[in-house]
């Protein structure tokens, strides 16, 4: 951006976007508008295929954390916690987003 120009933009969000997204931003304690464009922006100055690369590594190092729980037993209470969280972070983002999450 030059300067302080700034351009107005409006966006259309079905209504389950937009509660999605106003959920996650009073959770952070913003205002939807302004979780927006906080997204954008993050989602604009990303470097191509970051994301992808630092999810590849998480989901390598709960594959590290499962080798460690012994076969005949059940599963440490952690790794299922983090599955859970994971799997229920990525639903959201994937309906904030508008694409399916990975199986």
């Not at 976007?17 to 106003?22: E, Q």
């Not at 205002?31 to 992808?52: D, E, I, N, Q």
């Not at 590849?56 to 037993?73: K, N, R, S, V």
């Amino acid at each position: 951006m030059e300067g302080n120009k700034q351009r107005l933009i409006s966006l259309r969000v079905s209504e389950s976007d937009y509660a999605n997204l106003t959920r996650q931003a009073n959770g952070l304690g913003l205002k939807p508008a302004v979780f927006a464009r906080v997204l954008l922006r993050s989602g604009l100055s990303a470097t191509p295929g970051s994301r992808r690369h630092s999810l590849a590594e998480f989901h390598e190092a709960l594959a590290a954390l499962d080798a460690l729980a012994p076969a005949d037993e059940p599963a440490i209470a952690g790794v299922e916690e983090i599955r859970r969280a994971r799997a229920e972070r990525e639903a959201e983002r994937a309906d904030l987003l508008g694409y399916a999450p990975p199986g």
